[in-house]
């Protein structure tokens, strides 16, 4: 559901998303994968910028990551810039604290930023 949203397939992502909504999941833990996955593609595409030609071994021990997740991560940090992963990281956090504070539910933000992206 995470990679969906990433490469912007909306329509795989609302798919999958219900789902695992259907199945019970808790909205925390969506959420919280989401923001993994945009996290790592964050941090993945710093690295990249700032160490060019590394190979996924390198991003994997650099990181701290396993080394199949950086191999599934790397062609979606290649069709994101780091500016456009910072503003998305900074639309997740801004969902964390709306909904820490009680301003709105987190399945709806969660809807709306996948609608939106």
């Known amino acids: 559901m995470a990679e969906a949203i990433a490469i912007g397939d909306k329509k795989f992502a ?3 998303l219900n789902e695992q909504r259907r199945m019970g999941e808790d909205e925390s833990y ?8 945009f996290k790592i593609l964050l941090q993945m595409r710093d690295l990249w910028e700032r160490e060019d030609g590394l190979t996924s071994e390198q991003f994997a021990s650099r990181l701290g990551l396993h080394p199949f997740v950086v191999k599934k991560s790397l ?3 290649r ?3 780091l500016e456009r992963l910072k503003e998305i990281y900074e639309e997740l956090l801004e969902i964390d604290r709306r909904t820490k ?16 992206s």
């Not at 919280?32 to 996955?37: G, T, V």
């Not at 709105?104 to 939106?116: E, P, S």
């Open 101 to 116: 504070f009680g301003l709105a539910k987190q399945n709806v933000l969660i809807d709306f930023f996948i609608g939106k």
């Open 75 to 77: 062609p979606l940090v």
């Open 30 to 37: 969506l959420f919280a994968m989401i923001l993994r996955q």
């Open 14 to 16: 609302f798919k999958l």
């Open 79 to 81: 069709r994101h810039g």
